[in-house]
Structure formats: structure tokens, C-alpha cells
């Protein structure tokens, strides 16, 4: 690994004040980014992929939901952004990466083990059909899976109460947002809200959305798998 990605990881451990074994497990992942020709990712590069996967997944440190958690539901975790990177930066914490592709569920399992975490488990499912998760989540996470009112419909029955909501997305919409916020007092769930984010020099128009549970989710929900995309909730609805 080059020096130039040690020193970004050193920056970003100084900056998010992470525990000590952080920098080092997070080096092991982005050299298995950079050599595992099955990593589910178009970005391989260290350098890149320190502030594109690493730096993006600690900002939402800067939320005290995220820093208190306990409980963690990583959906759609793909290559494992953001949950692998919390799990590594929040020790303490039990991180379910949740995924139902067969091969990236392959991908989670290799990695965590090669860094080295414990406090990692790879759920093989999709989040309508993970009924152990029920109820017991502090935190749910979600990076470039679906639309806001479909994450918040996934996160619902998830989140214990009091629980949290945070989605990364790019550039703010007005219409999924309302969307969501339908979703949201149907689920159980209120946006509380959109935080601007800069993870690294240079970036743009990057936001966490954040939602807490502050009602019981009605029995309704989760609906059957696939339902949430197919005929998602709307402000209209």
C-alpha cells in the first residue's frame, strides 16, 4: 500500500477519533479491494477508494445515532460500504451486513474474516425477509440501494424505538424526500434531518438522511419481498 493511502487513513483516523485497531483493519480492506478480483466494486484503487468507500462511510460519524450505536443493519451491503468500515470503526457494536446476492454475501464473509471482525455477521437475505433483525436494530444503513421511501419501508420493522435511519444519497430531490416522509409516518418512522456532508476534499453534493422511529410499525409492514420497489409509497398515496 502506498504511503500516500496510509497517511489518508492516519488523517481520517485522527479525524474521527477512531479506536486504535481502526486505520490498520481498514488498510487490510482496501488491499483486498485492490487484489480480490471478485470485490464487488468498480472502485479499486486505494488511494480512490480511501475517500470514495472509507472517508464516505465514517462522515456519518458525525451523527451521535450513528457513534452511540449498538445495534447496526448494514441493507444491500454490497462490497461492504458502509458496514464493514463501521464495524471496524465501532468495535463495540454488532454489525449485520445485510445481502441478498449469493457472491457478495461470499465477498462480506472472506473480508471480515481476513480483517480480522468479530463483530460482524453476514445475513444472506433480502431486508423484507430477515424477520431475526425484527425489532432489534439501533441504526439501519443504506448507500445506493433504492429511493428513500423504499429504504425507510426496509428500515421500519428493523429499528427497535427510538431507532435510526441513515441513508446516503447525492444530490437532494424534493419529490423523493416527500415521498419519504409519507413513507415515513406510515411506517412509524420522521425524518429529522438532511445533513450536507464532505467526506474528502473536493466533494459535492453529498447528504446523510437521517429518520428515527418514534411510532410502532403497523403490523402491514414489511410487505412481501419486492413490494416496496414495485409499488413504493408516495406523498400521493
Known amino acids: 500500500m502506498s504511503a500516500r493511502t496510509r497517511r489518508r487513513l492516519a488523517e481520517l483516523a485522527e479525524r474521527f477519533d477512531l479506536p486504535g485497531e481502526a486505520a490498520p483493519a481498514l488498510a ?17 484503487d ?10 464516505d462511510a ?20 454490497g462490497a461492504g460500504f458502509p458496514g464493514i468500515v463501521l464495524a471496524a470503526a465501532l468495535p463495540w457494536a454488532q454489525v449485520a451486513l445485510v445481502e441478498a446476492g449469493t457472491k457478495k454475501c461470499a465477498f462480506l ?19 423484507e425477509e430477515w424477520a431475526a433483525g425484527a425489532g432489534r436494530c439501533d441504526l439501519v444503513t443504506a448507500r445506493a440501494v433504492a429511493p428513500l421511501s423504499v429504504l425507510v419501508e426496509y428500515a421500519a420493522p428493523l429499528l ?17 424526500e416527500a415521498d419519504a416522509a409519507a413513507a415515513a409516518v406510515a411506517t412509524g ?6 445533513r450536507q456532508v464532505r467526506p474528502w476534499d473536493g466533494a459535492e453534493h453529498l447528504h446523510l438522511h437521517l429518520y428515527v422511529k418514534v411510532g410502532t410499525t403497523p403490523n402491514r409492514f414489511p410487505r ?7 409499488r413504493p409509497l ?4
Do not use: C, F, Y
Request: proline share 3%; net charge positive.
Open 28 to 44: 487490510t480492506l482496501l488491499e483486498i479491494l485492490a487484489t480480490d478480483p471478485t470485490a464487488p466494486t468498480t472502485i479499486t
Open 46 to 55: 486505494s488511494v480512490a477508494a480511501a475517500d470514495a468507500h472509507v472517508a
Open 58 to 77: 465514517l462522515v456519518a460519524l458525525e451523527l451521535e445515532q450513528v457513534r452511540g450505536a449498538g445495534v447496526i443493519a448494514d441493507l444491500g451491503s
Open 109 to 127: 464473509a472472506r473480508t471480515a474474516e481476513a480483517i480480522g471482525l468479530r463483530n460482524v455477521e453476514v445475513v444472506a437475505a433480502r431486508a
Open 160 to 176: 427497535a424505538a427510538g431507532g435510526a435511519l441513515v441513508a446516503w444519497k447525492g444530490r437532494r430531490d424534493a419529490v423523493e
Open 189 to 194: 418512522l420522521a425524518p429529522v434531518t438532511v
Open 224 to 230: 412481501r419481498a419486492g413490494m416496496a420497489r414495485k
Open 234 to 237: 408516495r406523498a400521493s398515496t
